[in-house]
């Protein structure tokens, strides 16, 4: 049963250890149009206000491969709102996940079908679900930093029983 809702909700389309060197054309080739990116761990340290080079070239290569791109992120603050605004980005903030129901409002309104979005993000239990949840595409990427809260990483040791469980 664990392993069926693993599959389900949990099992991410594609894993990266770095966004730059991922083969996005493999995505571009299953006629994705918009990228959706978590913030926290995925692109920069948490709580960071502002983008780093590896987030700047984040963002350079998938405009490169002319995406769509939404940063989107649980928490609701200027944070997120300055954060895309420096990267030129438009972003979903209190995306609420692994809920979809946020992203697939916001899909929606920017015109495009859950089958035309990939949600990027470095947790199973937030970003690989909501992701799945909606039914987009999913893109797991290593976490950038390791210095986390105390029940992130707890988090991080039951995902990774998990994916050493249930992947195959
Ligand atoms: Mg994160």
Redesign the pocket.
């Given at each position: 049963m664990l392993q069926k809702f693993y599959d389900e909700k949990l099992k991410a389309d594609y894993e990266t250890t770095d966004l730059r060197l991922f083969n996005w054309q493999i995505i571009k080739n299953q006629k994705i149009k918009i990228v959706f990116l978590?913030?926290?761990?995925?692109l920069v340290k948490?709580g960071s206000r502002e983008p780093d080079e590896y987030a700047k070239q984040v963002i350079q290569v998938l405009r490169k491969h002319e995406f769509d791109i939404c940063i989107l992120s649980n928490a609701m603050s200027d944070r997120i709102t300055e954060f895309a605004d420096n990267l030129g980005v438009d972003y979903l903030e209190n995306a609420r996940k692994p809920s979809a129901k946020r992203l697939l409002e916001k899909l929606e309104k920017k015109g495009y079908t859950n089958q035309e979005a990939i949600l990027v993000?470095?947790?199973l239990f937030?970003?690989i679900w909501a992701g799945k949840n909606a039914g987009c595409l999913t893109l797991l990427v290593q976490?950038r930093f390791h210095d986390e809260a105390f029940q992130v990483k707890l988090k991080r040791h039951l995902e990774k029983y998990l994916i050493r469980k249930y992947q195959k």
């Open positions: 978590d913030i926290d761990n995925t948490h993000g470095d947790q937030t970003d976490q």
